[in-house]
């Protein structure tokens, strides 16, 4: 790649075609077009000189490099995944109304008390 921080749009790409098997498919996963897809896995496979898929009468199959690669993706969304619920945490503080009914509770917890004190 050009770049030493690799684009996450077009590792994210990745992960949906090889997940997926299909450039039609992993667009529908990620809500957007096929012709992007397509481009970002273009992009990703010039910056990296080296084919990703190879296609296959069911769809595409990722070749070594691409599999090489999966698994740190896969490390990169989870830590984005993460990082975005600790900003989101950090940004909502626990708040709210916490109503608690137990009257059923308190009056058998009456009752044991009484039973109790009878002894």
Known sequence: MNSSTP????????????????????ARA????????????RALEAG???PLFTRAADGLRPTEAARALVPHARAMREAAERLALTAAA???????????TASRLRNRAQSGVELFMQK
């Open 90 to 100: 950090q940004g909502a503080g626990l708040g709210g109304v916490v109503r608690i």
């Open 7 to 26: 684009d996450w749009a077009l590792l994210r790409s990745l992960l949906a075609v090889a997940d997926a098997g299909s450039l039609s498919a992993a």
């Open 30 to 41: 990620l809500g957007t077009s096929q012709p992007t897809l397509g481009r970002h896995i």
């Open 48 to 50: 990296l000189g080296q």
